[in-house]
T-cell receptor, first 112, second 115 residues
Framework: GQNIDQPTEMTATEGAIVQINCTYQTSGFNGLFWYQQHAGEAPTFLSYNVLDGLEEKGRFSSFLSRSKGYSYLLLKELQMKDSASYLCAVRDREGGSYIPTFGRGTSLIVHP | NAGVTQTPKFQVLKTGQSMTLQCAQDMNHEYMSWYRQDPGMGLRLIHYSVGAGITDQGEVPNGYNVSRSTTEDFPLRLLSAAPSQTSVYFC??????????????FGDGTRLSIL
């Protein structure tokens, strides 16, 4: 199975940049997802990485290093609405299920 | 498009009662899964299915049953509710086959309290 680690909580200032890290251990890595979850709501998809490098999507970018078992989500020009929990999920081809395992999430608080 | 629909949205049960949480998707997705989310614990996989007629256990399956008689529906049954099953339950679906890189789509969740 996977062992996924991310910080529990982070704070940042509106307009700033924040980087949320995720480390993982898996025997058959097959992709990493980032989701955003506002309080009381369902997770929504942000990004997907399966190859090394940076994927950019507007204010959000996600980076992956498979050799280091490491990913980060970069949020630029932070807005108050970015206050949410950010979930890292890793998919493992072992067993063939392709169902991701989630980390415990990072709660991001953006203040004025 | 409805996406993934979960019912009910809220439910209060007494210890020992049984109930079924419903999940339906209209995207013809092969993969469906049930997670529970507790404070500080993230999303933990209960059961999943990779197609009609096929189900398997996830990380925390005890006390829950599932079945997948159709592609659209994936109900989760609590056999004898216990206070430890108080949680928020999410159902998710995703395509199978050659588009396995597609993300999961989540329902709005069912908030379940066991007294």
């Amino acid at each position: 199975g996977q062992n996924i680690d991310q910080p529990t909580e982070m704070t940042a200032t509106e307009g700033a940049i924040v980087q949320i890290n995720c480390t993982y251990q898996t025997s058959g890595f097959n992709g990493l997802f980032w989701y955003q979850q506002h309080a009381g709501e369902a997770p929504t998809f942000l990004s997907y990485n399966v190859l090394d490098g940076l994927e950019e999507k507007g204010r959000f970018s996600s980076f992956l290093s498979r050799s280091k078992g490491y990913s980060y989500l970069l949020l630029k020009e932070l807005q108050m609405k970015d206050s949410a929990s950010y979930l890292c999920a890793v998919r493992d081809r072992e067993g063939g299920s392709y169902i991701p395992t989630f980390g415990r999430g990072t709660s991001l608080i953006v203040h004025p | 498009n409805a996406g993934v629909t979960q019912t009910p949205k809220f439910q209060v049960l007494k210890t020992g009662q049984s109930m079924t949480l419903q999940c339906a998707q209209d995207m013809n997705h092969e993969y469906m899964s049930w997670y529970r989310q507790d404070p500080g614990m993230g999303l933990r996989l209960i059961h999943y299915s990779v197609g009609a007629g096929i189900t398997d256990q996830g990380e925390v399956p005890n006390g829950y049953n599932v079945s997948r008689s159709t592609t659209e529906d994936f109900p989760l049954r609590l056999l004898s509710a216990a206070p430890s099953q108080t949680s928020v339950y999410f159902c998710a679906s995703s395509p199978g086959g050659p588009v396995r890189n597609q993300p999961q789509h989540f329902g709005d969740g069912t908030r379940l309290s066991i007294l």
